[in-house]
Structure formats: structure tokens, C-alpha cells
């Protein structure tokens, strides 16, 4: 089983930045492929990133391409999102999840583990 705990999330001002934290324990993902996704008040959970699970390979949703930057360091078991220029529609809790293969994907049911979310707002 794996464990992943989010942290980072907080409330911030458009254009402003924030780099959220991913922990996974009880065992080492570098085997698996790493993403975080998003939900919004009345909608439903969207991909924001992923990495493979060398770090080689990133995707990213159309919406935050330029703006967050995924990555990961396998030494320390965590994952990382670094958001730049905020915006308001970035509001959301994030998740950090965790798949099996090493491959990235942007699809939820490709993922077998996840965290319990940390909360973003970027107020404008």
C-alpha cells in the first residue's frame, strides 16, 4: 500500500505562486508514475500534470501549460507542483496520485493511489 500526503495548498493572490508537496509512504513510488489532478466546487476532478516514473517524461493540461511545472525527486519519495501566475479559476483541492505503471497518464482510472487533497485559492 501506498500512502500520499499533500501539503502547500494555502491562499494566495492572482499572479502569486505556490509549489505543493506530495509525501508518499510506506513504500518507494520510483517505480510508478506520479499526477495530480484537481477538483473544483461543482465540478469534476480534472488533470492538471503528470511524470513518468524517471522524471523524463511530463504532461501537462492545456489550462496550466507554461504556468506549473511538475517534478519529482525519488531519493526523498515526493512529488512536487510548482504553480506560477495564478489565476482564479486555479481555486481547487489538489491531489496527488500515484500509478503502478511508469508511464504518465491524464486519466483518474489510471491511477491506483490517492491523497486526501490540500486545498488552493487564489483570490483575485
Known amino acids: 500500500q501506498v500512502q500520499l500526503v499533500e501539503s502547500g495548498g494555502g491562499l494566495v493572490q492572482a499572479g502569486g505562486s505556490l509549489r505543493l508537496s506530495c509525501a508518499a509512504s510506506g513504500r518507494t513510488v520510483s517505480s510508478y508514475a506520479m499526477g495530480w489532478f484537481r477538483q473544483a466546487p461543482g465540478k469534476e476532478r480534472e488533470f492538471v500534470a503528470a511524470?513518468?516514473?524517471?522524471?523524463?517524461?511530463?504532461r501537462y493540461a492545456d489550462s496550466v501549460k507554461g504556468r506549473f511545472t511538475i517534478s519529482r525527486d525519488n531519493a526523498k519519495n515526493t512529488v512536487y507542483l510548482q504553480m506560477n501566475s495564478l489565476k482564479s479559476e486555479d481555486t481547487a483541492v489538489y491531489y496527488c496520485?500515484?500509478?503502478?505503471?511508469?508511464?504518465?497518464?491524464?486519466?483518474?482510472?489510471?491511477?491506483?493511489?490517492w491523497g486526501q487533497g490540500t486545498q488552493v485559492t487564489v483570490s483575485s
Open positions: 511524470i513518468n516514473c524517471g522524471g523524463t517524461s511530463t
Open positions: 496520485a500515484a500509478s503502478r505503471l511508469c508511464s504518465s497518464a491524464s486519466y483518474p482510472s489510471r491511477y491506483d493511489y
